[in-house]
Every structure is written in C-alpha cells, then in structure tokens.
C-alpha cells in the first residue's frame, strides 16, 4: 500500500470512529469527510493548517474541536464565537454537529475567511457569521448576544480576558480556552478561573480552561 492510499485508509478509519464517538448522522459525517477534502485541497495553494496528513487532521483538529461537547450542553446555547478560528477549528466543527448554532468566526486573515465562506457554502451551513477584524475590535464594536467564546490555538488568556472587563459588552459570557495539562493561569487571567477540566486526545491529556465573569 502506497502513502496516499494508506493515508486515506487511515483517515477513512478516524471519520468513521468520529462518527460513532459523536453519534453523527449520516449527512454530519458525509459533511465532515467534505470538509476534510477541502481542507487539504486549500492547504496545498495556502498555509491554512501546519498539519498537512488526513488521519492527523481528523483527530487532532476534529476530535479535539468536539471533544467539548462532552462537557458543554451545547442544545441549551443559541449563538457562540470562536476567536481566531483559522481553519474554523472549533468553530466549524462544532457548527456541524450543533447546526441551530448561530456561530461567529472571528478571523483577521483574508485566504483563511475565504476558506471558511467556501466551506460554509459547500457543507450547507446556515447562520454562519464571518467576522473580519481582530479580537480588541470585536470587543468594541459587534453587537451580538453571544452564550460562549471559543479560542484554541489563538490568543493568550490574558488578552481574552479582556471579554470580561466592565466595559465589555460580552462581560457576562463564557470563554473556554484548549491548553496542554501543564497550562498554569497568570496573575492577569487567573482570578476569572472557574474550573479546568483534563481530557485525552488519543493518548495525550489536555484540558479545558472556562472562564467566567468574576463574582
């Protein structure tokens, strides 16, 4: 077996274990196969995502997206926001398994925006909003009334927090952050520490970090 082959075979094997681990539908995981499909082909023409092998993507960007539906009732949230979305990791992934989501990309870069709108509109995704500016604008600026905030692989706590600060319109949600076991909270970000929850992402454990307002 050649290298694509064996790496389809293997991908193949993770979307269909995916499927099972999040009890997707039929047209959930055809959706995610899609997105997978497109993500590869984008990367080649633009640096979209470092991890470039289909079966690597599946775990380590979808799983470790949806993992945080195991501890998040997501059927009592109506609109969420990822910061720094990327790729639309966790955003995207979250939108497919949760479709009543109204879902609010926040992405800076045009190649990476682009990439999402093409997505959108290949796997059928409704009320997706794409956001153009960065973090500390949206903060002052968008109007929405927004459950939780999303940042995996964006930017650092101490800059997130400032969702919290009195002046903020969102000062009342709550952000969950993805971090490696090790992660420890700053003097800036540590007060606004509700609870940290440890996961395994295949054999590595990580962790959920959820903020709230202090009280």
Not at 120 to 139: K, M, V
Not at 147 to 155: E, I, P
């Amino acid at each position: 077996m050649d290298k694509h082959h064996l790496e389809s075979s293997l991908a193949s094997a993770k979307l269909s274990s995916l499927a099972t681990k999040y009890n997707l539908t039929a047209a959930q995981a055809n959706q995610f196969a899609r997105y997978l499909e497109l993500l590869i082909e984008w990367n080649e023409k633009f640096n979209l995502t470092a991890i470039t092998d289909p079966h690597t993507i599946v775990e380590y960007h979808f799983d470790d997206s949806l993992a945080l539906s195991q501890y998040v009732d997501f059927k009592k949230l109506s609109t969420t926001a990822d910061i720094g979305t990327g790729a639309g990791f966790p955003g995207l992934a979250l939108k497919i398994l949760y479709p009543h989501l109204h879902m609010i990309l926040i992405e800076v870069n045009n190649k990476k925006r682009s990439f999402l709108a093409h997505v959108a509109q290949e796997l059928g995704l409704e009320n997706i909003t794409i956001y153009p500016f960065d973090w500390r604008t949206f903060l002052r600026t968008a109007d929405y009334k927004i459950d939780y905030f999303f940042a995996r692989a964006s930017l650092q706590p101490e800059e997130l927090v400032r969702v919290f600060k009195p002046s903020s319109a969102y000062k009342d949600a709550t952000l969950v952050y993805w971090a490696s076991k090790q992660w420890k909270p700053g003097t800036i970000e540590g007060p606004f520490v509700e609870k940290e929850i440890v996961y395994k992402l295949d054999s590595v454990e990580r962790k959920f970090v959820f903020f709230t307002p202090t009280k």
